[in-house]
């Protein structure tokens, strides 16, 4: 008899509370919108079920083409996961192990200490793929793609950043490497092995690599890509920013660390079938969701949305597990950002895209997912950069100072960032075209150096604008400040040894 009273009344509380789920969520995400910080997808599931599922925005601002559930976005370093599966996938076949160094499966590999577990937990020492930029600067207008990686990494000769598995360091060359490797066992291209084993299992039909969009005619409207400036309330395609012309062309042809585009359905779909044998063991995926520990003994210490976090082999590990055991990965590339979320104990997940590149959107993961464990949530602050900047180009540079102290200290509604203010003079260095904007670049970048006096890397934008304009000795003495502080800082010596011959 007890069963049949309970039954009934656990039903339609789960019914009331997904409910409630779905009104809060919905508060959260429309006052976002009405803020101008989601422009895009957001998915929010539990038990296999839609919870919330709303879009928002403009697919193209110029057109007025409105995002849909069917808007195809770029997963940029969300793929990594599905990386990491193919990777899993193969050692569940006993085609590898995941302590291998790679030297075995390529012999021209010019660091034979580093293992395949290395390469999955960012801890190789290996540099980023901006190692590229020589080459970029001799041939500007190449694609270069996976298969120029290891005859660039061989040719640079560059020494590792530390020993592998000393430190934990985010490198997007590991995941490169990582998809060579998946060729390399399978002897298919990488592309074609996430869609036979990891695509068509999970009935992922709308989910391809980038360089395909032309195969999928109309199926999957994928969305254009809108940067944000921080000194105007314009947004502007990222295709027209010559600011970013290396990162969306030359660097655009790698797979394996992104370039996925997919619909929040789609994943949602992967994300469910992680939970069956079908794409993985169970085992396999405890062990991805474990957190490594470094050759200290301490396990890696990163963040995601402002909660602390571990990282294993592929994914994020939230140390907070009062909810359950929540996992995820975050991914960016200029104008796109996402996100996904799994409470694996609970079966929560919540898939976010953002094309217009709002930085709050990995926070709103954090809050979506807290609203479906009933637990308070964090405001989501504003940048105090972009009113400065806005009122900076609006205003001069008297008012936004003044409007810069007045701000500053409303901690509870504004944040302040050295990268966004770091980003904020670059931007005004190098995309205005009107007059004095290379004035209020220094203005900026001058602050910066003020406001966080400890980072070698403010003294080295503002270097880099000094020397833009013209003013040598000044651009030294920062570059040199900003060697001091950071000896490992190879482009400042070599922006120094430039200004120092002329």
Not at 299 to 328: Q, R
């Amino acid at each position: 008899m007890k069963l049949k009273v309970l039954l009934p009344f656990l039903l339609t509380a789960t019914i009331s509370f997904a409910q409630n789920s779905a009104g809060k969520l919905d508060s959260l995400f429309n006052s976002l919108y009405s803020y101008g910080q989601i422009n895009g997808n957001a998915l929010v599931a539990e038990n296999s079920q839609s919870v919330y599922q709303k879009s928002f925005g403009y697919a193209n601002f110029k057109t007025k083409t409105l995002n849909t559930e069917n808007s195809g976005f770029s997963l940029a370093s969300v793929s990594k996961v599905f990386t990491s599966t193919a990777i899993l996938q193969l050692k569940e076949k006993g085609k590898l192990a995941l302590d291998d160094n790679v030297i075995k499966y390529f012999p021209d590999f010019p660091y034979p200490e580093i293992t395949i577990r290395h390469l999955l937990t960012h801890t190789s020492g290996l540099p980023e793929i901006e190692i590229f930029r020589q080459q970029i600067q001799e041939n500007p207008n190449k694609i270069f793609t996976n298969k120029d990686l290891l005859p660039t990494l061989k040719n640079v000769k560059k020494s590792l950043s530390f020993k592998p598995n000393d430190k934990y360091q985010y490198t997007n060359t590991n995941y490169i490497l990582l998809a060579l490797l998946v060729e390399k066992i399978s002897k298919i291209p990488f592309q074609e092995y996430l869609q036979k084993n990891i695509f068509n299992p999970a009935k992922m039909a709308n989910t391809y690599f980038q360089k395909d969009i032309s195969k999928m005619g109309n199926k999957n409207r994928v969305v254009d890509y809108d940067y944000p400036f921080l000194f105007s309330t314009e947004l502007e395609n990222v295709d027209s920013l010559k600011n970013y012309r290396i990162r969306m062309l030359n660097l655009s042809g790698f797979v394996g660390n992104g370039n996925i585009i997919t619909t929040a359905t789609d994943l949602l779909k992967f994300d469910q079938e992680l939970y069956g044998e079908r794409l993985l063991r169970q085992s396999s995926l405890k062990e991805a969701f474990t957190p490594n520990k470094l050759n200290n003994g301490q396990t890696v210490e990163t963040n995601l949305g402002g909660e602390k976090t571990s990282y294993g082999l592929g994914w994020f590990i939230f140390a907070d597990s009062s909810s359950g055991k929540i996992v995820g990965h975050t991914g960016g590339v200029p104008g796109a950002l996402s996100i996904l979320l799994r409470n694996i104990d609970k079966r929560q997940t919540v898939i976010l895209f953002d094309n217009a590149f709002d930085k709050t959107l990995y926070k709103t993961g954090v809050n979506a997912i807290g609203i479906l464990n009933n637990k308070p949530i964090s405001p989501t602050k504003q940048s105090l950069t972009k009113v400065y900047g806005s009122t900076l180009v609006d205003k001069g540079i008297d008012a936004a100072f003044i409007k810069f102290q007045e701000l500053r200290d409303d901690s509870s509604h504004y944040y302040l960032s050295e990268e966004d203010m770091n980003d904020l003079g670059l931007q005004l260095l190098y995309e205005p075209t009107f007059d004095g904007h290379n004035e209020l670049a220094l203005e900026v970048l001058k602050q910066n150096t003020l406001l966080f006096p400890n980072s070698f890397n403010t003294y080295d934008s503002y270097g880099e604008a000094l020397a833009k304009v013209g003013k040598k000795n000044e651009a030294i003495f920062m570059y040199s400040k900003s060697i001091k502080l950071n000896p490992g800082n190879e482009g400042g010596k070599k922006m120094l040894e430039e200004l120092l011959k002329k």
